[in-house]
């Protein structure tokens, strides 16, 4: 009885990323070297989106993640690099003129805390830190808009 309430006492944890509920945090130094932290971008509508600078479909999609932010200056995105190295996706972020604040996922432990292991995968977080959208798999066209015009979007 006592591991099976310890079972779904596991289960039910809200440090996962689940839609309807809030966001759990992403925190530590960007790849810029400056603190980087998803509670401070509270207030804004973000973007959070899983990414390598070896998967092909993440690199396509930057373009989509660049114009969002010309479209919608309220929103902010934050990329987290997973399974790869500050070097080589310090280098593909410059290359690709992203902007926006990006970690490196060591030990895949937000990968893991986000169900999000196999990139691209973006997450909608509302303004209010409650994660409103998940998208599996490359962004295309139309995908940013779809995520945004989900209730408490922008």
């Known amino acids: 009885m006592i591991v099976l309430i310890a079972l779904v006492a596991c289960s039910s944890s809200s440090s996962h990323a689940v839609v309807g509920r809030g966001a759990p945090e992403i925190s530590g130094t960007g790849l810029d070297g400056r603190h980087v932290s998803l509670s401070a971008l509270r207030g804004h509508a973000v973007l959070v989106n899983f990414w390598g600078s070896w998967c092909l479909p993440c690199r396509d ?32 972020m410059v290359e690709a003129h992203a902007t926006w604040p990006s970690v490196v996922d060591h030990g895949d432990r937000l990968a893991t805390v986000w169900s999000a292991r196999a990139p691209p ?3 909608f977080v509302d303004k209010d830190g409650v994660v409103r959208a998940r998208h599996i798999g490359q962004l295309r066209p ?5 995520m945004l015009a989900t209730p408490s979007g922008t």
């Open 121 to 123: 995968v973006t997450f």
């Open 142 to 146: 139309g995908d940013i808009e779809r």
């Open 61 to 92: 999609e930057f373009p989509l993640l660049r114009a969002a932010l010309v479209t919608h200056p309220d929103l902010r995105v934050l990329g987290v690099a997973v399974q790869d190295a500050a070097g080589p996706a310090r280098r593909f």
